[in-house]
């Protein structure tokens, strides 16, 4: 019985880490790996797995600080930097947050209109199912619905294992890249740093754990809960890869978009694959499109100190569901205008993205860091390494990205 308990607790905890890990693979993180794998085959796996330890300090540093302290990000970056950082902060976000939603939701509408389904039909469906679920129901229902739409993502896996790839070559890719270091490589990496490591995700994370009341006592079983979501979702990211690079790239076909994707799989893998693929890019923007907006309601309000939190009611948290209201209405309606290309808008919030992730990686790093903050739960040596390497490259690959110079 005990061990039972023991089992039934874990469970209760584990969500957070898992939900945000998976967020970060929504519609433009499946079509950057899915460029990945059409254009470069396996070359860049290596960096997939680079990534994933960065990503995965981060998000434990994230995760400590919230046990540790019971604040959100925002409320902490306030309180110790003064209230001028935490609003530039939080106005990068928005417009951030903003543009990576419309393009989630324009995923929701590409992923079913691959099924003739049109975006006026979807995209006002969604958008209400969206707010109805997040403001009639608890935190505990909303988490069980997230986890539940991070099974979508296994259509990717089974679409990998149904093209049979020489799972040898896949393996010694990661160890051995074989690719032509040009501007368009480079490029594309950049893209895959900025979809893996995101500003929002450190914010719903911190948010998300603070809400749920996880305790010190229970960390370690949160710190589990970081990690495998953090390989889950660079699992995923692999399994994305396999799946173009085992058709696209063979055939040498260029795409630049996920629907691209799922759509060239089709005549080439089958009517299977094309389901699981274009499922698995519903699943992942319906979760970004939830979690963006919840991310944003919950860093604002604790960075100005307004009341958060899906428990509460509407009357007794306006600005925050105020804020979610906003980003899911103004994403809905852009997506809905006829004939809108959103790759514009994609590209320059990926760049505001870009710049404000080093901004809010040092904040964290200073925090964690700061025993008046932390007591002895402060970084060590090894993670105090990684995440300000983490910071080094992403700042070199912004600049690089900017200026167009490759060394």
């Known amino acids: 019985m005990k061990n039972k308990n023991k089992f039934l ?3 209760g905890i584990i969500g957070p880490g898992l939900i945000t890990a998976n967020a970060g693979n929504d519609a433009g993180g499946v079509a950057t790996y899915s460029v ?3 254009h470069y085959g396996y070359s860049m796996l290596w960096a997939m797995f680079a990534i994933a330890i960065g990503l995965a300090v981060v998000q434990e540093m994230n995760a400590r600080m919230a046990v540790v302290t019971g604040k959100g990000l925002s409320d902490l970056i306030r309180e110790r930097f003064g209230v001028k ?12 947050n903003l543009g990576v ?12 209109e691959l099924f003739n389904i049109s975006k006026y039909i979807t995209i006002p469906i969604f958008a209400v199912v969206m707010w ?3 403001t009639k129901g608890s935190y505990s229902k909303a988490e069980k619905i997230f986890l539940l739409l991070t099974l979508t993502f296994f259509g990717y896996v089974i679409t990998a294992f149904l093209l049979k790839p020489n799972w040898g070559h896949v393996a010694a890719s990661i160890v051995k890249p074989h690719a032509k270091f040009d501007k368009g490589y480079f490029l594309v990496l950049i893209g895959m740093v900025g979809t893996t490591i995101t500003p929002y995700m450190q914010f719903y994370l911190q948010s998300s754990i603070v809400d749920k009341g996880i305790s010190i006592k229970e960390y370690k079983y949160e710190k589990m809960d970081v990690y495998i979501g953090t390989i889950w979702a660079i699992l995923t990211a692999v399994f994305i890869t396999v799946c173009t690079a085992e058709t696209l790239f063979k055939a040498g076909i260029t795409i630049d978009s996920a629907q691209d994707a799922a759509s060239a799989l089709k005549p080439l893998a089958g009517n299977y694959s094309f389901m699981l693929f274009a499922i698995g890019l519903f699943g992942a923007s319906f979760l970004a499109c939830c979690v963006i907006p919840l991310c944003t309601a919950y860093a604002v309000c604790e960075a100005f100190g307004f009341e958060s939190g899906i428990d509460n009611k509407i009357k007794e948290a306006p600005v925050f569901f105020g804020l979610f209201l906003f980003m899911i209405a103004i994403s809905a309606i852009i997506v809905l205008i006829p004939n809108i290309s959103l790759i514009n808008i994609i590209l320059v919030t990926q760049q505001l993205a870009g710049i404000l992730c080093p901004v809010v990686l040092i904040f964290m790093i200073k925090l964690v860091n700061d025993t008046e903050v932390m007591g002895k739960y402060v970084n060590s040596t090894i993670q105090n390494f990684i995440a300000k390497a983490t910071v080094l490259l992403i700042i070199v690959l912004t ?5 167009g110079n490759l060394i």
């Open 132 to 134: 109805v679920m997040l």
């Open 9 to 11: 607790m874990i469970l």
């Open 85 to 96: 950082w935490a609003f530039f902060a939080m106005f990068v976000l928005i417009i951030a």
């Open 399 to 403: 600049i690089l990205a900017f200026t």
């Open 36 to 38: 990945v794998g059409a």
């Open 101 to 112: 939603c419309i393009g989630d939701f324009a995923g929701i509408a590409a992923s079913l």
